[in-house]
T-cell receptor
Framework: DTGVSQDPRHKITKRGQNVTFRCDPISEHNRLYWYRQTLGQGPEFLTYFQNEAQLEKSRLLSDRFSAERPKGSFSTLEIQRTEQGDSAMYLC???????????FGSGTRLTVV | LAKTTQPISMDSYEGQEVNITCSHNNIATNDYITWYQQFPSQGPRFIIQGYKTKVTNEVASLFIPADRKSSTLSLPRVSLSDTAVYYCLVGDRQAGTALIFGKGTTLSVSS
């Protein structure tokens, strides 16, 4: 297993367009998290899955954001009608109760122009 | 809001030991303390996790006093490549509840 994989690494989109990011977690990990990070700030929690169930969602997450994790494997994060304020690094992490800590992917950097 | 407080920045020189202290006054009984390291344009990387007393691995040591209201990450003999942001977090490892990051401590190592 090569760790948490995120695709794409970079995405430039025009304001108003929809974008979708993919995260492939470590296969043995049943927990998956999405975070967003802007320059100079720590990662900001967006949402959390245990297997296929979305158990937690940040109140900061607007209705334009939606995440799925079908079959408890990979996950997708979709942003509809992107705004310039959505420009950030989107990080995915996975974990299990058997091992300490999260394993993060390298992130997807979104730029909305 | 993050459950932890840590210095915004620290400076050090190569070869020195660096200790970063984190305050977590409201830590819960089931919470573990975890530290991450982050380089620019990369995701955070797990460094070490502990519950009480002392934990040591190949890269760092974590000291936790009996009251668990603070913890200290110790990096022995830092090098330029240790320049990064270090985050201290507390959370229930078994429950899986999402960890909340603060702004972290930016460590700058000079030669």
């Amino acid at each position: 297993d090569t760790g948490v994989s995120q695709d794409p690494r970079h995405k430039i989109t025009k304001r108003g367009q929809n974008v979708t990011f993919r995260c492939d977690p470590i296969s043995e990990h049943n927990r998956l998290y999405w975070y967003r990070q802007t320059l100079g700030q720590g990662p900001e929690f967006l949402t959390y899955f245990q297997n296929e169930a979305q158990l937690e969602k940040s109140r900061l997450l607007s209705d334009r954001f939606s995440a799925e994790r079908p079959k408890g494997s990979f996950s997708t994060l979709e942003i509809q009608r992107t705004e310039q304020g959505d420009s950030a690094m989107y990080l995915c992490a996975s974990s299990s109760s058997l091992t300490p800590g999260y394993t993060f992917g390298s992130g997807t950097r979104l730029t909305v122009v | 809001l993050a459950k932890t407080t840590q210095p915004i920045s620290m400076d050090s020189y190569e070869g020195q030991e660096v200790n970063i202290t984190c305050s977590h006054n409201n830590i819960a009984t089931n919470d573990y303390i975890t530290w991450y390291q982050q380089f620019p344009s990369q995701g955070p990387r797990f460094i070490i996790q502990g519950y009480k007393t002392k934990v040591t691995n190949e890269v760092a040591s974590l000291f936790i006093p009996a009251d668990r209201k603070s913890s200290t990450l110790s990096l022995p003999r830092v090098s330029l490549s240790d320049t990064a942001v270090y985050y201290c977090l507390v959370g229930d490892r078994q429950a899986g509840t999402a960890l909340i990051f603060g702004k972290g401590t930016t460590l700058s190592v000079s030669s």
